[in-house]
């Protein structure tokens, strides 16, 4: 056999067969909210249990209602930001009185998670007005919620984008997603950070989301409910793994509530406090 008709019948050597790619798993990363919900079961059993039982001992079991419209609440919220609620009323208030609409009276119910006294019935501000407003001329009217310039100016950089979004200010629509999809929409807005956002969604519509303030950070640091490397913004994801969807709301208003009254920044009452037996801050190895 010539090799040229070798080669056309029978192959001299056998074609190198690729052997298949071997399949590398891909590791997936852990998730390290679920990661410590475990580790603190496992070494501090039943402490976030006791931790909401010893609140609602206290504070009982608050009841979810709407506060006010998602849009009204997305304002008022970043007039909150670094100022106290009742200062966020009166720049809120002086929006309304500014750029009052004809529409419908709108009822703010605060319930105990707030730190104002609630805004009195008025027309929701027409938004169209505040966003075209001049910056200098809206900072004046909010001045009395503090932090004007910052605020003035995410204020309009939030109503430009959900307009330019969705044609006008309603923020309706979010109650149709889920709760993540609906946070990362209005994180998307420049300046509307997590706890703002969960804030909205929390109050607005119910959704199982977790604001994490100073004092629900304060209070669960120390009993020490959140890894201590944990930065706030990661602390909503901590409290996500850590609660049920039904517990969020009771949760988030009970921790409020503590920090506010009892674990104060500078003078917590720990005679008081139904969390001392376990709480880290009192004893670096409560159980
Ligand atoms: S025991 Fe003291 S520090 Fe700990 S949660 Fe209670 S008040 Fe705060």
Redesign the pocket.
Known sequence: MTPAARTATTPATKPLRKKPAKRTAKRRKPNPYLAWRKRLDRTRPGLIRFTQDGLASLYGHPAWERRLDPTSELILTILTQNSADVNAEHAFQALRAAYPTDGPVERHIPGPGWGGVGLPDGVTPDWSRVEAAPYSELVEVIRPGGLPNQKAKGIQAALRAIREARGDYSLEFLGELSALEARSWLTAINGVGVKTASVVLLFSFGMPLMPVDRHVER?AR??GLLPPKANAEEAHDYFLAMLEPDEMHEAHVNLIRHGRL??QARR???DR?P??DR?R??DPKAP
Do not use: E, G, K, N
């Open positions: 209070v120390r009993v009892v674990c917590p009452d720990h406090c969390l001392r709480c801050f009192v």
